[in-house]
């Protein structure tokens, strides 16, 4: 009852109450008082959710402190060195090469960025299972690249902790845990059960709990030492595990616990019984007998396999046979850490349960307990993975903790002698793949004997068994853990049974009649599964198989292979042919067999005979890779094809690039073995049977075959050929060096294209295993690379596409190194070999060696290892001779069939053979024994030899109605007519002997005779009748065959001469100087054609044979005589004069397309090329100015030419659109800083949009609306822009074509509802049409002409013309566009731009907007221009301008607004009247705005759009001249407020003295003199408090700086009119050097200065001309100023100290390094909804961090980012997305990937930040992003827009 009283006082004094009484040694009544009080508090009947249990637990453990305290103190005794920071899934983590000892090491960021890792190969990732920092433990890595926190050894230093800190932790935490691990027995259900099962709910009310327990271990070394201790002690289990023995609950529970881990054994007791009950010994960790019996009862679902008993059959045996029957046992726990990891795998690996678990790591006595837990439930883990529904959250689970376990090398090492990890992994695996076997199909259907693994199965389609297999793979890293599984026989023997499993899966049957109707996409599946379960163990296992030591390894692994294929064999019953049509890719256990000979040989110096089996096992061996081979030629021959695309996707996943060195590399190199270990004849005549060519290969001209359609036996033949060029030429495992295959490697994908750094890394097969020699991004990779390519910067094309930094093969690869059989064997689409052949073909034009089409370069080969000249063999028999000869014949007869490349690769082989010679025939000329056997063709097996062995008849097989087939007895089928007597004569009289002379040549019966020696060889008592079925009813249907002789009378010798004549076309006789070339150009003659390879090959010959020497000379000589006229041979004819057809259209296309492409790209320089000043414009705007003529338009619709007409207007294409690049700007020239600290920050008050926007506010508080907003101009955010491409079209042909686009909907990104279309001409994006104005040529004279009328008489005429009432247009065609036009121009931007009046909707908001739209297009095309207009001459912008257009549009509609005159400012400007103002404030209205406050420019652009049209330049020029004594009096203005008292004192005095001068009113000083006078009456304008004028003034002033800031003021008035005449008049705008800018524009504005003395400098008041008598009118402007009562001097000094002078505008300036902006982002919390944003992106115009899709920020519909860039771009949005380093562009309702500016070092984009290395801005890229930006070029130069539905 004590504790009842305890619960209700206050916890904290409770608590530091039992600390004391703890401390007191005294009878343990502290102890039970404790006890007594944790009964109450953790009683496991109250609800898990409930919090007091845990309050009262912080608590207690602070003992009277409170928590945080008690935690920084427990912190502060912290001795562990590790890091141990464990994360989750996406986590931004860091992997470094150069200091892993372990490929899995990983690193958190704040360890990372510690630690000195620069010049290492490192990259970041984002975790995709979760992991740990490996910092300070050097089992992983090499200590060097440890932080500083975790280099010092931390734990040395640390004091040791006082006993009682942790007292009461040690007391309540053993509660604590039973209290968690009560709730997991009782929240637990079986999933048979039926019962609803909420496991989440369960774990959601125990989150807290859990979450505390993650607490303690983040409190250090000291706190993870008392929890290892809890643990892991057996004692506190037995006593707290059962629960008190009162408590019926903790009963309940504790018999839930007991029942769940009987039911936890993977294989249940009967099986077990079956086995052999005596075997049933229980292992070290298994169940009391008593428990053993009870686990009867739970016989899984899985095992019940009705249907598939093979699997069950073969379980059963599989129990019996494992060494160590515990593995496969119930289980049985011992402490609380064996629990809690059973309730986590049953729980399905909560996140929470996982981090705590792994966060104890650190602690080494925790570590060690629970791997070995880990290991004890591995079975039971995989078995939960298996029943799983959630198998992918729950492998990566499994896999975060055990790749933190297994990468340990002494860890691994300790479990695999203690536990037994190899062994229950390999069973484990071998249990998980029963589990789906079907029977094997492969060879005999109904006999098989050979189960596969069923590839449609979720285990493997979902790759469920990838965290074992990955546990594996990490455990045979390690040396110590390969070499105890490659010393245990009876593991190896289990392993080979696995991999079994998979040998023949996947089979493919071909279709013969009808497609398949479901393709079946498991070959995906059967492909991962042999890389992963099978290939990666095999190439862990090889890399410890490298030194002579470890030859007994090998000689093992390859003695199980043998007998394993031996059974295979026989379960499939296999005999000696393969089964047709039948294709399977998967030979787990050839490719084994292959890998381990080929390390013997390479590294072990192992003789390779002593591995090899009998002959007839090696020709078993040979059928299923050689199928394979040939296969793969039927499915590019289209044999395949009904069944389906899948075939070519496996035959394409078969030699890409992450499959080829574990599938088809060992293939080859297995039949290189046995091909260099068998017959040469045998083999050669299996290749042609396989690949169906066997009937092909006579020397009729007809023959049947009846296995192949007519179309494929061409490319069947080339392929055969091509495969036995392969297989005599590759080295890849023959004798090759290991950076002699990188190189070939590299040089053979460099050749196919030109390549990124990634990619390449991507497409050369590593060696799997990370710890082999060659990592990717190793020295010998970056060395190799850059012996054999060189480095092409990015680049950019002029439409803007980007390139990326990219390796292309130096000169001298390709003269010396390239290799198409390499690229033939590396291509996995056919138009690569094309690719690489055409780009071969372009560099010999360019360097002048060969400018035809050329034939594939011959290469000279590594020499080959001594183990395997047997291979030589092959090029040197009988049989490949016979067949060269025959197909040289058939092509010189141009028989069907034959192709370019079958010459090609015969030519190859023969070169191979002459460059291969045996070495017996080096000198050996005439061989002395001819053998007299009747069936052989050639005496002997030397190639040089048979190359000039004559054959004279030959006896064929061909149909009857075959044109050899003559009708008169003899058959001479001589062509040479006088020869022909001789030739029956000599036939009659021999007849019995050239029929016994006369070759017959069969390849089957040879293979068979061959096949047959063996086997009787072999096994006497063998069947002496082996016959394959398959070949029996093969030749059924063909129509009788007749035997022929036929007359050939040729060697090979004879036959490549008459080729040579064939190809070199022009007769050019072979001559015999050829032979006799120097060496120096043999090197000539590697490139070039057929020709080139012929007389390479005779030369060769002729060097290496004076017998074949003898024979070239004695035919050339024969041939030297004429040769007869062509008509002889009309097939000769027809081919050649095919060739020549064939090379001349090739040559007209070529011409043609070249043609086409430079027109292309002129057409795209005129058009597209925003930037480039030259180039003519389709219709130059220049044209309008022509003067006395009507302008005429092409419609680029209809093609017709005309003016425009006010029926039939014509208008220019024109994108509108909204734009806030102006309102952008600052004073400052420097781009401001993207903020990558929090003590950063962007200030964006001091915009042009914001400083203006401040500035009519202040106007409307104190000046009248309507004048407010003449005051002043708009748009500089969300201004419209509009710009043209420059090409004109009817409206009516317009608006039929938006009919036609709205029918068919093709355009991407664009909607034509909103009115969008392309230029018909060129494409270019645009949005509305510009009505162009009838052109009024006549008028122009008059318009133009200089006037010499006064000032004062143009002033006059200006007021009359303004007073002249705007004549009402007259309804047309032309009105009605222009209004819809002006409709348009106020749908581009949003009502917030438009709206700045107090009564929204007036006619003066209207007026306002609309001459602002001009104001920010002549702005606009200032900054276009560079800001200035030094430059001069009509720019790229003004090429396309349509101002000119768009003035007289806003004419027409501002003239329905009049100004009344009352208000009219040119009277203020041009007369002196002073009642005026005083009327004004009497009525009660708020006052005008002061001349001294508009702005000028405004002014200038609404006389002249409300003046009537066409306006004459001479009264353009006098309101120019008006207002700039204006603008003049504002910049003297802003200079008195600007001055110091003083300064103005002086400066007012020494003015005075100047007003009596006859050109006062042209003299500064005495201006200003007049203003500072002025301003200072009434109230004063000049600040009373001097510290805010100090502010205003910096400086002293003299006289240059005081013009040069008048000049500054003036300048951006004086170019903005001059643009403005330009655009009116058609004005050049004259160049000039900077500093002359103010004088020159001044005269181009028709202003004449008041010369003093030519030498004298210009002053901008000598361009001052006075309507009225100055001093007067700047009285009256400041009177204006000083007579306002409600206006603080420090408002009035804001108004009239305005800078008219704004820099470019400017995106941010990006940080060098990523990383940067990386760091600071990603984690960063989004202002507005506080959250870390899954996609943070960056707008780079204004520095705001918003969420990217994030619906936190949702408003109406639109996400943050497409509000932003209506906030900050009306509607343009440039945004940097953090995760991915692109950026996108958002225009309105599209959006684009523009692509990156941030490029690794290698010039490579890393979009998604995939491969995580480091990125450098690219200043080019990032310009190149600015200028479009400014230039509002996104639409045009970005194809690929899409629709963002607001959801950015």
Not at 1619 to 1636: A, I, M, S
Request: overall charge negative.
């Amino acid at each position: 009852m004590m504790a009842a009283s305890l619960l209700r006082r206050d916890k904290k004094a409770t608590a530091a109450q039992l600390k004391a009484d703890l401390n007191r040694i005294d009878d343990g009544s502290g102890a039970r008082l404790l006890q007594d009080l944790l009964d109450c508090v953790l009683n496991p009947e109250m609800q898990a959710g409930d919090t007091e249990a845990l309050e009262w637990c912080k608590c207690l453990l602070a003992g009277g402190d409170a928590f945080d305290e008690f935690c920084k103190t427990v912190r502060s005794y912290d001795n562990a060195t590790l890091c141990g920071l464990v994360w989750t899934a996406n986590f931004v983590a860091y992997r470094c090469r150069t200091c892993g000892i372990s490929p899995c090491m990983s690193l958190c960021a704040e360890c990372f960025n510690n630690g000195d890792h620069t010049g290492h190969d490192f990259n970041m990732f984002r975790s995709q299972a979760g992991g740990a920092c490996d910092c300070g433990d050097s089992n992983v890595m090499r200590e060097s690249g440890f932080c500083r926190r975790h280099r010092s050894k931390t734990g040395e230093n640390v004091p040791s902790i006082p006993r009682d800190l942790l007292l009461m932790s040690e007391m309540v935490l053993p509660r604590f845990i039973i209290h968690i691990v009560q709730h997991l027995r009782d929240g637990y259900t079986e999933p048979e059960t039926g019962a609803e099962r909420d496991l989440q709910k369960v774990l959601q009310q125990l989150d807290p709990h859990i979450s505390f327990l993650e607490e303690l271990t983040k409190m250090g070394g000291a706190m993870r030492t008392v929890l290892t201790k809890i643990l892991t002690n057996q004692q506190t289990f037995k006593d707290l595990s059962m629960g008190q023995e009162d408590n019926v609950y903790a009963k309940k529970n504790y018999d839930k616990y007991l029942a769940a881990l009987k039911s936890s054994g993977l294989v249940s007791a009967e099986e077990k019984a079956g086995a052999g009950g005596a075997d049933a010994v229980l292992g070290a960790h298994s169940l009391p007998g008593a428990a053993a019996e009870a686990s009867a009862g739970s016989v899984k679902e899985e095992d019940q396999d009705g249907g598939q008993n093979v699997g069950q059959r073969k379980r059963v045996k599989l129990s019996s046979s494992t060494k160590d029957k515990s593995i496969m046992d119930a289980l049985k726990h011992k402490c609380f850490l064996e629990e809690l990891l059973f309730w986590t795998i049953k729980y399905e690996f909560p996140q929470k349960m996982v981090t705590f678990l792994l966060n104890m790591l650190p602690d080494q006595d925790y570590k060690i307990a629970f791997t070995k837990t880990f290991v004890q439930h591995y079975a039971f883990i995989m078995e939960t993975l298996m029943r799983s529904h959630e198998s992918d959250t729950m492998s990566n689970r499994i896999v975060h903790i055990s790749v933190q376990l297994f990468s340990n090398e002494e860890l691994a090492r300790h479990m695999t002698e203690e536990c037994q990890l190899l062994d229950i992994m390999v069973t484990v695996l071998h249990y998980m793949m029963e589990s789906c076997l079907i029977k094997c199909e492969l060879q005999d259907e109904e006999n098989s004997r050979h189960v596969v693994v069923n590839c449609g199965e979720p285990l493997l389609k979902n790759n469920t068994y990838w965290p074992l297999v990955s546990d594996f793979i990490n455990i045979l890293s390690h040396q110590s853990v390969a070499k105890r599984f490659l010393e245990d026989h009876s593991l190896l023997i289990l392993w080979m049974s696995f991999v079994s499993f998979f040998q023949g899966m996947n089979l493919n049957k071909r279709e013969l009649n009808e497609h398949v109707e479901f393709e079946s996409q498991t070959y995906y599946a059967a492909f991962a599964a042999e890389l992963e379960a099978c290939a990666q163990p095999m190439w862990g296992l090889l890399t410890h198989c490298k030194v002579k030591e470890t030859q007994e390894y090998t000689k093992t692994v390859v003695r199980y292979c043998l007998e394993t294929l031996q059974m295979w064999f026989d379960a499939i019953g296999f005999v000696d042919e393969p089964a047709p049509n039948q294709l399977t890719f998967h030979l787990p256990l050839h490719r084994y067999y292959a890998m381990f000979l080929s390390k013997a040989v390479k590294c072990q110096g192992i003789d390779l005979d002593s591995l090899l089996p009998d002959q007839e096992m090696l020709m078993k061996i040979m059928v299923h890779p050689l199928q394979i081979q040939a296969s793969l030629s039927e499915i590019h021959s289209n044999m395949w094809v009904r069944n389906g695309l899948q075939i070519k996707g496996q035959a394409m996943t078969y030699v890409q690039s992450h499959f080829c060195n574990s599938m088809i590399d060992p293939d080859i190199f297995l039949l290189q073995v046995c091909a260099s270990r068998l017959d040469p004849d045998y083999f050669i005549s299996c290749v042609f049977e396989r690949f169906k060519v066997v009937d092909l290969l006579t020397m009729a001209s007809q023959h049947q075959n009846a296995v192949l359609e007519p179309e494929q036996e061409r490319p069947m033949l080339e392929g055969a050929l091509t495969f036995l060029v392969l297989l005599t030429s590759l080295r890849i495992h023959l004798g090759m060096a290991d950076d002699e295959i990188l190189r070939a490697e590299m040089v053979s994908q460099l050749c196919m294209n030109d390549r990124t750094h990634s990619s390449l890394l991507d497409l050369i097969p590593e060696n799997p295993n990370p710890k082999s020699g060659i990592i990717p991004g190793s020295c010998s990779f970056e060395a190799m690379l850059s012996a054999v390519a060189d480095f092409k910067a990015p680049v950019f094309e002029p439409g803007g596409s980007m390139q990326q930094g990219m390796y292309t093969p130096k000169a001298e690869v390709w003269e010396k190194e390239f290799d198409p059989i390499m690229v033939v064997l590396r291509t996995v689409y056919r138009r690569d070999v094309q690719s690489a052949m055409d780009r071969y073909a372009a560099f010999l034009k360019q360097t002048g060696m060969h400018s035809g089409n050329p034939w594939p370069p011959y290469k000279e080969r590594t020499p080959l290892h001594p183990c395997y000249r047997g291979l030589v063999k092959l090029l040197h028999c009988k049989t490949l001779h016979i067949v060269m000869f025959t197909l040289l014949y058939k092509i010189s007869m141009d028989h069907s069939n034959m192709s370019e490349h079958v010459l090609c690769m015969v030519l190859y082989l023969i070169e191979l053979g002459l460059d291969n010679l045996v070495q017996e025939d080096r000198e050996d000329e005439e061989p002395s024994i001819e053998e007299h056997c009747h069936d052989s063709w050639f005496p002997g097996t030397s190639l040089l030899s048979n190359l000039h062995h004559v054959i004279n008849f030959v006896r064929v097989r061909v149909p009857e109605n075959a044109p050899e087939v003559k009708k008169e007895p003899p058959a001479s089928t001589s062509s040479e007519p006088a020869a022909a007597g001789q030739t029956s004569r000599r036939l009659t009289g021999n007849w019995r002997e050239n029929l016994r002379e006369a070759q017959v040549f069969s390849l089957v019966a040879e293979r068979r005779r061959k096949f047959q020696e063996i086997i009787n060889r072999s096994s006497r008592e063998a069947d002496q009748a082996v016959r394959p079925k398959a070949s029996s009813g093969r030749w059924a249907p063909t129509p009788p065959l007749v035997t022929e002789i036929l007359e050939v009378r040729e060697s090979m010798l004879s036959l490549l001469l008459k080729l040579h004549r064939k190809l070199s076309a022009l007769q050019d006789p072979f001559s015999p100087e050829r032979l006799d070339e120097p060496p120096a150009s043999a090197a000539r003659r590697t490139h070039g054609d057929g020709v080139t390879a012929i007389e390479r090959i005779l030369a060769k010959a002729a060097a290496h044979s004076r017998h074949s020497r003898r024979s070239i000379l004695d035919l050339c000589a024969r041939n030297a005589p004429p040769v007869p006229p062509r008509k002889h041979s009309p097939s000769d004819k027809k081919t050649m004069d095919k060739e020549e057809r064939r090379q001349k259209a090739r040559e007209r296309q070529q011409k043609l397309l070249a043609e086409f492409a430079s027109r292309q790209k002129s057409f795209m320089e005129t058009a597209m090329d925003v930037e480039s000043p030259d180039g003519d414009m389709a219709m130059d705007l220049d044209a309008l100015e022509q003067p006395e003529t009507e302008v005429l338009y092409d419609c680029v619709i209809c093609g017709q030419s005309g003016p425009s007409t006010e029926e039939r207007p014509t208008g220019l294409v024109v994108l509108l659109q909204a734009t806030s690049v102006l309102g952008h700007r600052c004073r400052s020239t420097e781009p401001k800083k993207l903020p990558t600290s929090d003590e950063e920050h962007i200030y964006p008050a001091d915009t042009c949009g914001a400083i203006h926007d401040v500035r009519l506010t202040l106007l409307q508080r104190f000046f009248k609306d309507s004048s407010c907003l003449q005051s002043v101009s708009i748009g500089w955010d969300g201004g419209v822009y509009v710009q043209t491409c420059g090409h004109t079209l009817h409206i009516d042909c317009h608006k039929s074509y938006m009919e036609s686009l709205r029918n068919d909907q093709v355009l991407q990104g664009s909607s034509v509802e909103k009115g969008e279309f392309t230029c018909p001409l060129c494409r270019q994006f645009a949005n509305s049409v510009l009505p162009c104005q009838p052109g009024r040529a006549p008028e122009r004279g008059v318009w133009h002409g200089h006037t010499n009328k006064g000032l004062t008489v143009l002033v006059k005429e200006v007021e009359e013309l303004q007073d002249q009432l705007g004549a009402f247009p007259t309804e047309s065609n032309l009105t009605k566009e222009m209004e819809s036009v002006i409709k348009d121009i106020k749908n581009t931007t949003q009502k917030k731009y438009m709206d700045y009046g107090k009564t929204p909707g007036s006619p003066d908001n209207d007026f306002l907007f609309m001459y602002s739209v001009a104001r920010t297009n002549l702005e606009l095309e200032l900054v276009h221009r560079g800001g200035d207009l030094c430059c001069g001459g009509a720019s790229a912008a003004a090429k396309r301008s349509c101002l000119n257009q768009l003035f007289h549009v806003l004419a027409m509609h501002m003239r329905l607004y009049s100004i009344d005159s009352a208000y009219n400012p040119w009277t203020r400007l041009t007369q002196i009247s002073c009642s005026r103002h005083a009327d004004s404030t009497c009525n009660g209205g708020s006052p005008e705005v002061p001349m001294l406050f508009r702005d000028v420019p405004s002014l200038l652009i609404i006389f002249v759009l409300t003046m009537p049209q066409p306006l004459r330049k001479e009264h353009f020029t006098c309101v120019v001249k008006v207002l700039y004594t204006l603008q003049f009096t504002q910049a003297l203005a802003a200079l008195c407020v600007r001055l110091g008292p003083d300064e103005r004192q002086a400066w007012s005095t020494s003015g005075a003295l100047k007003k009596s001068l006859s050109n006062a009113d042209r003299c500064w000083e005495a201006l200003l003199s007049h203003a500072i006078n002025e301003l200072s009456k009434g109230r004063s304008v000049y600040a009373a408090d001097a510290d805010h004028m100090s502010m205003l003034s910096s400086s002293v002033w003299s006289p240059q700086s005081i013009e040069y800031s008048l000049q500054q003021f003036c300048l951006p008035f004086l170019r903005l009119s001059c643009l403005l005449q330009h655009h009116l008049y058609g004005d050049n705008l004259p160049g000039c050097p900077k500093e002359d800018e103010f004088s020159v524009l001044a005269s181009c504005l028709g202003f004449s200065p008041l010369a003093l003395s030519p030498s004298s400098p210009l002053y901008s008041a000598s361009f001052l001309e006075w309507p009225v008598c100055a001093f007067d009118l700047m009285s009256m402007w400041c009177a204006e100023v000083t007579g306002l009562a409600e206006m603080q001097a420090d408002d009035s000094q804001t108004l009239l100290v305005q800078d008219p002078q704004w820099a470019a505008p400017h995106l941010l300036q990006l940080p060098e390094n990523y990383n940067t902006i990386f760091q600071y982002y990603h984690r960063k919390a989004c202002s507005y909804c506080k959250k870390v944003p899954k996609d943070p992106a960056l707008c780079l115009v204004c520095g705001t961090f918003v969420c990217l899709k994030g619906m936190c920020c949702k408003q109406q519909s639109f996400c943050e980012c497409v509000l932003h860039s209506q906030a900050c771009g009306a509607a343009t949005g440039i945004f940097l997305l953090i995760n991915a380093s692109v950026i996108i562009i958002i225009r309105g309702h599209r959006f684009c990937l523009w692509g990156s500016v941030y490029l690794d070092a290698h010039g490579e984009e890393d979009r998604d930040l995939r491969r995580g290395k480091p990125l450098f801005l690219c200043e080019e890229r990032y310009r190149v992003l600015g200028q479009q930006w400014v230039s509002h070029t996104f639409d045009h130069i970005n194809k690929r827009w899409g629709p963002h539905y607001n959801g950015l």
